[in-house]
């Protein structure tokens, strides 16, 4: 077709396929162009159906497109049918819906700018985003209304998945206080490392702390490293072989205390390994203790930075005769029943010359003593915990977990800089295990430090909510 009407395509006539539109300015230049078209169909021996041709019309449709003396427009049963094409639920109708509305694209102004958030839907592993609750609101009631639509959008914001992941929490921290109070010394005792810190002469770079919970009693030396076989040595003679083994030895997650090594020291001799769970190094007592040996340190050494180590016998000292805040005694009273002598005390304490000694024996006194020194303890230690409970809940709220609940375990970024676009959660899909005992623990079976499951602190677990879709009848645009 195009051969035979060759010189007279887009000038006097138009071809798509075997479809000729013959269009001119006026009747008269009309009927010539038309006569001009029928003798080439002619001359090339083609015949027209007389029934399918249409001769001097004002507008007609063509194309799907409505051509009439003012111009070019989109076909009205076009149009019909995009108003009412049915919302996409897949990309598949997405793509129908952009392959309707992009043939008459030439019609609407900025049509690529308004259908680039269609086009981004039928991409792969495509990522979607929204504002928060009020402004995702916000944003719709300018454009739709449909009932219960705010319900309808809390709910999807707040079970939007990545959201979890991404932004932070920002209701009560989860986990009420559950304090220990010990009931003998020696019964719970806290081990840590500290360091490295600058090596002195002697080789020294550590300091490994033993911490009684009862007496508040430290036992503290300088090693050279931080290693299995020095934490298990120390344990067995600067505490098992002075005070005897404890009930229960907590430390933290170091390799050095969950080495076989250390735990096999501390079973043989008939104590309890706890580990501190984990990004909470709160749960070990000996943290607040490691604290104050280092500021100790620091202002006893100065500027002598390589000798700290010479230092360290006459700090713990220190800390051995002085009052602790929570029991109000010091740990040497509450162990020996009596305050260690300083130089000072040989010349302020009266002298004991010419004193009777009384009826009772010594050993009674003693353990009378004792005893009255460990119940006021146990009575302090009760009085502090509960205060610091008190405080400690009123900015934590209750919460539970069952086995096979949905949650989010919060991260820890290795660096600072890191932590800027790393997500604050981890994966929801995690089942849990919840440990046997107290201290608002839960264990997860995926994560794992050789045998022992990871026990993690309720505040750092979340809740989970599916993220499901919003399906939406009966919108209406406004």
């Known amino acids: 077709?195009?051969?035979?009407?060759?010189?007279?395509?887009?000038?006097?006539?138009?071809?798509?396929?075997?479809?000729?539109?013959?269009?001119?300015?006026?009747?008269?230049?009309?009927?010539?162009?038309?006569?001009?078209?029928?003798?080439?169909?002619?001359?090339?021996?083609?015949?027209?159906?007389?029934?399918?041709?249409?001769?001097?019309?004002?507008?007609?449709?063509?194309?799907?497109?409505?051509?009439?003396?003012?111009?070019?427009?989109?076909?009205?049963?076009?149009?019909?049918?995009?108003?009412?094409?049915?919302?996409?639920?897949?990309?598949?109708?997405?793509?129908?819906?952009?392959?309707?509305?992009?043939?008459?694209?030439?019609?609407?102004?900025?049509?690529?700018?308004?259908?680039?958030?269609?086009?981004?839907l039928t991409r792969k592993d495509a990522s979607f985003c929204h504002l928060g609750v009020s402004k995702t609101l916000a944003r719709l009631r300018f454009r739709f209304f449909w009932p219960k639509m705010a319900a309808d959008v809390k709910r999807y914001v707040t079970s939007c998945s990545v959201c979890q992941f991404t932004k932070p929490c920002q209701r009560k921290p989860a986990g009420l206080m559950v304090p220990v109070v010990p009931q003998k010394p020696w019964e719970y005792v806290g081990v840590d490392f500290v360091g490295p810190l600058p090596r002195t002469p002697a080789g020294n770079a550590y300091l490994i702390v033993f911490v009684d919970y009862m007496t508040k009693w430290i036992e503290a030396s300088a090693v050279r490293e931080a290693m299995a076989q020095v934490a298990a040595g120390k344990f067995v003679t600067d505490i098992f072989a002075r005070h005897g083994a404890p009930t229960y030895i907590i430390s933290d997650r170091g390799s050095p205390f969950v080495s076989e090594l250390f735990e096999h020291v501390v079973s043989t001799l008939g104590s309890v390994h706890r580990l501190t769970t984990a990004y909470h190094p709160q749960t070990d007592a000996t943290e607040r203790v490691n604290r104050t040996l280092k500021t100790a340190i620091r202002a006893y050494v100065g500027d002598r930075h390589t000798s700290w180590d010479k230092y360290l016998p006459h700090i713990c000292f220190a800390l051995r005769t002085a009052p602790h805040d929570s029991t109000g005694l010091s740990p040497s009273m509450m162990l020996y029943d009596r305050e260690l002598d300083t130089p000072l005390d040989l010349i302020t304490q009266p002298s004991s010359d010419g004193v009777d000694e009384p009826g009772v024996s010594y050993p009674e006194t003693l353990r009378a003593s004792l005893q009255e020194a460990h119940d006021h303890a146990r009575a302090a230690l009760d009085y502090s915990h509960d205060r610091q409970k008190h405080y400690y809940d009123l900015r934590r709220r209750h919460t539970t977990f069952d086995v096979g609940d949905l949650v989010r375990v919060k991260t820890h970024p290795r660096s600072d800089a890191q932590s800027n676009f790393t997500e604050t959660h981890l994966n929801d899909k995690e089942h849990l295990k919840l440990q046997q005992g107290t201290f608002g623990q839960v264990y997860f079976s995926s994560f794992t430090t050789r045998s022992r499951g990871v026990a993690l602190l309720i505040k750092k677990i979340c809740h989970s909510k599916y993220s499901t879709l919003l399906k939406i009848k009966g919108a209406i645009m406004l």
């Open 1 to 120: 077709m195009n051969s035979v009407l060759a010189g007279l395509i887009y000038k006097t006539c138009a071809v798509y396929l075997d479809d000729i539109v013959v269009a001119s300015p006026t009747f008269e230049q009309h009927l010539v162009d038309l006569e001009e078209v029928l003798e080439r169909l002619q001359t090339a021996g083609l015949s027209l159906k007389l029934k399918k041709c249409q001769f001097c019309l004002k507008d007609f449709t063509f194309l799907g497109y409505r051509i009439t003396s003012s111009g070019i427009s989109p076909d009205p049963d076009k149009v019909k049918a995009v108003k009412e094409f049915n919302v996409p639920t897949s990309v598949k109708n997405v793509r129908q819906f952009l392959g309707l509305t992009g043939y008459y694209r030439r019609f609407i102004q900025d049509y690529a700018r308004h259908a680039e958030p269609l086009h981004a």
